[in-house]
């Protein structure tokens, strides 16, 4: 049984659904409820000691950051997320990690609350702050002719999988994409992906009531 600690809302859950779902893969989805604090409880801090989402339990393993996860899967279910060639490989994990490393850590809404708690931007104006000028700086990268349909070529890949959840973000956060043609080009090709769209936060949304 392949077991996914995740939050509907997450973006670095987010990410590894898109990847199992591509994959095929069968899993068993259990809710860490981020506003309710699940994520300190002392049951997920002896799955993830940083006390976040996603943890996957799989191959009688139990792992943690998404990209991390995501490379594993790669390697172990032969994905194909990745080029052959180095400099294409290169290219993906920028990419990915220009909206991994450099736009979420920032957009995180735990940081965006503490500067709101502190006297700072509001959450809203915190986020279109940093989203969008995080996206102008991928959308200048995604100007290359290895761009299309996808952020690599023809296939859905590793930085695709890294953008898509940050293009939720910023739908979101009312952030326009209007001045970014290549990322809205990129979110049409993969929301017509049944994987991604079993995976979207609008899909898994709890209902109300």
Not at 44 to 69: F, M
Not at 101 to 125: F, W, Y
């Amino acid at each position: 049984m392949i077991r996914l600690y995740d939050y509907w809302r997450s973006s670095s859950a987010y990410r590894v659904r898109i990847g199992l779902n591509l994959l095929g893969l069968d899993y068993e989805r259990i809710s860490v409820d981020l506003l309710a604090g699940d994520q300190t409880s002392a049951a997920n801090l002896a799955r993830n000691p940083q006390g976040i989402v996603p943890t996957l339990e799989i191959d009688r393993l139990r792992l943690t950051q998404s990209l991390a996860i995501l490379e594993y899967l790669n390697e172990t279910r032969g994905a194909g997320w990745l080029p052959d060639d180095a400099a294409g490989r290169a290219r993906v994990r920028a990419l990915a990690m220009a909206v991994a490393m450099e736009i979420q850590p920032v957009c995180n809404l735990r940081v965006a609350k503490q500067v709101e708690a502190s006297g700072g931007m509001a959450v809203p104006v915190w986020m279109q702050t940093h989203i969008a000028p995080g996206l102008q700086a991928v959308e200048a990268l995604l100007a290359d002719k290895d761009t299309r349909p996808f952020c690599h070529g023809a296939e859905f890949g590793l930085a695709d999988i890294c953008l898509l959840p940050q293009i939720y973000n910023a739908h979101r956060w009312g952030v326009s994409l209007e001045a970014f043609p290549r990322i809205k080009a990129i979110e049409a090709a993969a929301l017509a992906l049944p994987a991604v769209q079993a995976a979207h936060p609008d899909t898994l949304a709890p209902v109300a009531g």
